[in-house]
């Protein structure tokens, strides 16, 4: 995979950053600027154990109060393409596309899992954005996740369950393009510079008949 990705020395000084990489020998490790030391993404397959994250995907299928929120796109009000929740701490309400989202409180179930994605993180998260793909026709466009409420360099942590998805980064300058497929109970760090030089995407997938659950755990600035 690292041969496919980047050529020459640069594969033999990825192999050595692996071995010594806190998160593990398992993960797939994606260098986005080969002069940079800090943007990075992290990929770790199957970081839930199946058991886990099918109990995870089935009690959120079914005990959360999903809903379908309108967007401004280009000045036009639309309703999003998937369904959506803001859970989090009190005191973290969120501003998208023009809205503030007011968090539902932290279900039980959900404690363990913030918990085990931090100490995995190395980093504090005070709340969650999810997002219910109902199925291929679900989707979200290019974006980052830049808002005033994450500060600067933020990291997030996106947990995948269900059904396995395509999922895309570009530079905004569009000269480079990375994908992923995200499977059931995938983990993807997203760490520092990303947000600031790169845009990601889950395209749609028409032939895609079965929903997946995405988790991306971050760090609000709290309500002043």
Known sequence: MLQALISGSSVSKLRAKLKQHPYGNRL????????????????QQQWLKAESAEAFYRQSLTKLPWQQHTIKIFGKTCLEPRLSLWIGDANTAYRYSGEWRRPLSWPSYLLPLKFAVQQKCGQQFNSVLLNYYRDGHDYMGWHSDNEKQLGKQPVI?????????????????????????????????????????????????????????????RYTMPDE
Not at 32 to 42: G, K, M, P, S
């Open 28 to 43: 797939s490790y994606v260098v986005l600027a080969e002069d940079t030391q800090v943007e990075n993404i992290v990929h």
């Open 157 to 217: 942590a996106s947990l995948s369950l269900g059904q396995a998805r395509r999922f895309l980064f570009r530079k905004k300058s569009k000269d480079q393009k990375h994908e992923y497929l995200l499977e059931h109970g995938d983990l993807l760090v997203m760490n520092k510079l990303c947000q600031d030089q790169w845009q990601h995407s889950l395209p749609k997938a028409l032939r895609i008949k079965q929903p997946r659950i995405n988790f991306t755990f």
